[in-house]
T-cell receptor, first 108, second 114 residues
């Protein structure tokens, strides 16, 4: 069965303290791996799509990477405004499988 | 520009009643998606419309759930004979592309079934 697992469930960082979020997937025929950011009470906001192992994408303090089994979202020198829940999703065929998310808190 | 809008923002209903949730996608977006997000859980994919093609309904949790999209634009998700386990935030998204890339999500409809 297609499955997406994110770790850790929650992460607390000090401002400037870099870290990584993990997304492990077991999906047959992965067509794309997505990262979204979700703020409380709002819908998810698109960050990245990765299509093949070895691919990397960057946006400001965020960098997403993909291997054949997992994806990482690296956060460099985070700021308090990076606090949110980060969701990863796999696209196997005609559906989307989301992980439960990592709730990131960045303290000033 | 206008984003994806959903109505109502909140809906409280009694068990056994029918509810309709509405989604207005971004103008020009051909693909429209419905998801459900239960407390403390990840998003659950429900259904996907691409243009005027018939959707794949296999993701709908039961035959009490149905969705339609009129004129390739506005979509309605209908839940018949609501149950307490249907309580969740229902999210709609739309995208330009023919596949699942870069979806723009609406703010969601919070459904509470008493």
């Amino acid at each position: 069965e297609d499955q997406v697992t994110q770790s850790p469930e929650a992460l607390r960082l000090q401002e400037g303290e870099s870290s990584s979020l993990n997304c492990s997937y077991t999906v047959s025929g992965l067509r794309g791996l997505f990262w979204y950011r979700q703020d409380p009470g709002k819908g998810p906001e698109f960050l990245f799509t990765l299509y093949s192992a070895g691919e990397e994408k960057e946006k400001e303090r965020l960098k997403a990477t993909l291997t054949k089994k997992e994806s990482f979202l690296h956060i460099t020198a985070p700021k308090p405004e990076d606090s949110a829940t980060y969701l990863c999703a796999a696209w196997p065929n005609n559906d989307m499988r989301f992980g439960a998310g990592t709730r990131l808190t960045v303290k000033p | 520009g206008a984003g994806v809008s959903q109505s109502p923002s909140n809906k409280v209903t009694e068990k056994g009643k029918d509810v309709e949730l509405r989604c207005d996608p971004i103008s020009g977006h051909t693909a429209l998606y419905w998801y459900r997000q239960s407390l403390g859980q990840g998003l659950e994919f429900l259904i996907y419309f691409q243009g005027n093609s018939a959707p794949d309904k296999s993701g709908l949790p039961s035959d009490r759930f149905s969705a339609e999209r009129t004129g390739g634009s506005v979509s309605t998700l209908t839940i018949q004979r609501t149950q307490q386990e249907d309580s969740a935030v229902y999210l709609c998204a739309s995208s330009l592309a023919r596949h699942f890339d870069e979806q723009f999500f609406g703010p969601g409809t919070r459904l509470t079934v008493l």
